[in-house]
């Protein structure tokens, strides 16, 4: 077991990523983060509202997350990686453009150091806003 020196929470993995501190906001969220990887998060957060202005920003699983009626994505940063989770249906949807990333049903990884494709963020929540106004898809 290892042991948070911060807040003294026990994890089975060393160093496991958590807050030691759940955020209030994504505000709150952001500026918990490692100073460059904060820029990062805010250009994910503003291509997430510009695709999806009437979204409403909350934390949800301890992740910054948007809703409109239910969850469109969730966003997380991790020690190597920026975690998005737009649901199962949008990387099979996206699965070309996604071809250069680690993906898993219902989540994808960018990773840090490499440029993040903002347009293809922007992409997969404007293309989860129309299947959730069908009612497709929810997360």
């Known amino acids: 077991m290892w042991k948070c ?22 505000d709150e969220y952001i500026a918990a983060q490692p100073e460059d990887v904060r820029p990062l998060l805010q250009n994910i957060r503003e291509a997430i509202h510009a695709a999806a202005p009437e979204a409403t920003e909350k934390i949800s699983w ?5 809703w409109q009626d239910e969850n469109l994505i969730h966003f997380a940063a991790f020690k190597k990686h920026i975690g998005l989770y737009p649901g199962g249906e949008a990387t ?38 129309k299947r959730k106004a069908k009612g497709s898809e929810i997360l």
């Open 5 to 26: 020196p911060k807040c003294g929470r026990e994890f089975k993995n060393t160093e496991q990523d958590h807050f030691c501190v759940k955020p209030n906001s994504i």
């Open 62 to 66: 301890q992740m910054p997350t948007f």
């Open 92 to 129: 099979s949807e996206f699965a070309k453009r996604l071809a250069g990333y680690k993906t898993s049903k219902g989540a994808i990884q960018l990773p840090l150091g490499k440029p993040i494709d903002y347009e293809l963020i922007t992409d997969i929540v404007r293309w989860r806003t």
